[in-house]
């Protein structure tokens, strides 16, 4: 069983600043690409920002420059640290992870799995 964690989210105002924490924990072999993606009502799940293990990284137009991904492979974490936020930055964030779990002596099976959402708001 693997379950990733969110935390971080809240509410601030145009200009500010979070940091949006996720922890994968469970059966895991290994951990590839981790990432963040956001989504407002009625609208798709969109890629904000991703990560591979190495470290590679890979960003949303509209976030370049503000947002920085980075993850702590020993403790399977991934971070999103958020700046300069505006209203538009308003949404519910999801964690994503590739993980590797094994399921047998000589067998592995690889899945997305997914964080249970933590809201971010920015308002005056």
């Known amino acids: 069983q693997v379950q990733l964690v969110e935390s971080g989210g809240g509410l601030v105002q145009p200009g500010g600043s979070l940091r949006l924490s996720c922890a994968a924990s469970g059966s895991i072999f290994s951990i590839n690409a981790m990432g963040w993606y956001r989504q407002a009502p009625g609208k798709q799940r969109e890629l904000v920002a991703a990560?591979?293990?190495?470290?590679?990284?890979d960003y949303a137009d509209s976030v370049k420059g503000r947002f920085t991904i980075s993850r702590d492979n020993a403790k399977n974490t991934v971070y999103l640290q958020m700046n300069s936020l505006n209203p538009e930055d308003t949404d519910v964030y999801y964690c994503?992870?590739?993980?590797?779990?094994?399921?047998?002596?000589?067998?592995?099976?690889?899945?997305?799995?997914w964080g249970q959402g933590t809201q971010v708001t920015v308002s005056s």
């Open positions: 990560i591979t293990r190495g470290g590679s990284t």
């Open positions: 994503n992870a590739v993980i590797n779990t094994r399921t047998g002596k000589w067998s592995m099976t690889e899945k997305d799995y």
